[in-house]
């Protein structure tokens, strides 16, 4: 036996169980869109660690920024004062918010804080108690957003009870509906989940019960769907007639991920509360939720704050990444490398070759891409029959990620409905994204034998 430290072993040994891990990687450095393990293994991330590093691992600008705020001041509590580093990313973060009225700002540390702070916001504001999500919702795991999250069960099973006052209604994706197809029209789908919502108000809680309508503009953890326009400008009337707000939870489809800085831009549609993290700040923990001035102030002093909240090291490294974005043109990588995934996967699928039959959808924006499989025990009785008996055994996603990750690139599934994600850097290259379209097409071609 070697007497080499075994870190894995010590992690499994002293870290918590509850954790769900996909490899036993110990990872040591990172550098743009690879990552080195401690036994000196270099793996392509496809995951930028839940799409966080938009700008790749270890930005050398956003590293600097932050290497220099920590001889500056590490620690400037907001409710002792106002802190110059976050005063400073407010100047440049608030012009790149996606609607004018979004001119007031709360930070925090994680995703699921923020989210948190939008609940407390809109019970606060409209004195209503209820929340309506999206089915396959992902906001979190702490107590509140375990309730909000309607993508698994496994996120609150055995942790009641959880926070109340929250009603689920149906995303327009077509997986979560019996007999629709990637084929359905959008509008048909739209109408839907628009009849849906329009019962949830009827049967489940009333409008004047209802504080909020929260929800992810392109669906994370429940399946990598963007919402159609006509959907989320169908959410905003509703809620305007009803006086109810809408929550927009860009913590993953933000920050240039889907080829624009929010998604919500794309339906031109105006939230009442904007909720980002991940990619904000590359790395460093730093979430916050943005409204308007009107809509915020109706909070009491003293309600809102965390002690590290929106931390000054944090903000210098937000800061630095938002200006990145604009000197580095990354959009205009998104779009390019966007259109070069696209065409793989498409071109895969429609290749009629057994590992390109096994590709039931190919979905998402920017560089937040899923690729659906066909799980006939979810979708009986609509298109694409043979392959999903095929698929019969067992989800294929987790094996395609196991494939992938022997073969040296991490890549993530998501839901119970069968979908790997891609999500790497926004930095990515065109050359080491065909080198991940090859790990992945050997990888699908290993589990199609
Ligand atoms: N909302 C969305 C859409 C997310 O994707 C996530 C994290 N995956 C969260 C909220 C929670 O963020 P955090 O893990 O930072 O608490």
């Known amino acids: 036996a070697s007497l080499e430290f075994d870190a894995a072993a010590f992690g499994e040994q002293h870290i918590a169980r509850g954790i769900g891990r996909l490899t036993k990687h110990v990872f040591e450095e990172g550098q743009g869109t690879f990552v080195t393990t401690d036994k000196g293994v270099r793996l392509l991330d496809m995951t930028s660690g839940i799409g966080v590093v938009n700008l790749g691992h270890c930005h050398p600008k956003v590293s600097a920024a932050a290497a220099a705020q920590c001889s500056k001041l590490t620690h400037a509590q907001i409710n002792i004062g106002y802190s110059a580093a976050q005063i400073a990313l407010l100047q ?63 996120y609150g099973e055995g942790h009641g009870p959880l926070m109340s006052g929250v009603f689920a209604t149906a995303f327009p994706y077509y997986s979560q509906f019996g007999g629709t197809t990637p084929e359905t029209s959008t509008e048909e789908l739209v109408n839907q989940s628009l009849l849906q919502l329009k019962l949830t108000l009827q049967q489940q809680t009333s409008p004047s019960d209802t504080a909020a309508i929260l929800l992810e503009p392109v669906l994370g953890e429940g399946g990598y769907v963007p919402a159609p326009p006509a959907f989320l400008q169908g959410l905003r009337k509703i809620c305007d007639e009803h006086n109810i707000l809408l929550i927009i939870d860009e913590v993953q489809s933000g920050m240039g991920r889907t080829g624009q800085m929010f998604f ?4 031109g549609v105006r939230p009442d509360v904007l909720i980002f993290a991940k990619g904000i700040a590359n790395g460093f923990p730093l979430s916050g939720i943005a409204g308007s001035k009107k809509l915020m102030d109706l909070q009491k002093p003293g309600s809102m704050g965390g002690t590290y909240a929106g931390n000054a090291v944090s903000c210098a490294a937000a800061k630095a990444v938002i200006e990145t974005f604009r000197e580095e043109k990354i959009l205009d990588n998104v779009a390019a490398r966007s259109k ?73 599934s998501t839901s119970v409905f069968d979908v790997l994600r891609f999500i790497p850097p926004l930095t990515i290259s065109e050359e080491e994204l065909s080198q991940a379209c090859s790990i992945f097409k050997e990888s699908l071609e290993a589990v199609a034998k």
């Open 92 to 154: 440049e973060l608030i012009p790149i918010l996606p609607h004018p009225s979004l001119d007031s700002v709360f930070l925090w540390n994680s995703g699921a804080e923020a989210v948190e702070a939008a609940v407390k916001l809109a019970r606060a504001a409209t004195k209503k108690p209820n929340i309506i999500v999206m089915q396959g919702s992902y906001h979190g795991r702490t107590n509140a957003t375990a309730s909000l999250t309607r993508s698994k069960t496994i």
């Open 264 to 267: 919500i831009e794309e339906s």
């Open 340 to 412: 070069q995934l696209f065409g793989f996967l498409n071109e895969l699928k429609a290749s009629g070759t057994k590992a390109g039959s096994l590709i039931e959808d190919v979905r998402g924006r920017g560089l937040m891409v899923g690729v659906q499989f066909p799980n006939p025990q979810l979708q009986a009785g609509s298109a694409n029959t043979a392959a999903r008996e095929a698929n019969w055994q067992g989800q294929l996603a987790p094996k395609v990620v196991q494939e992938c990750v022997n073969r040296n690139m991490l890549l993530l």
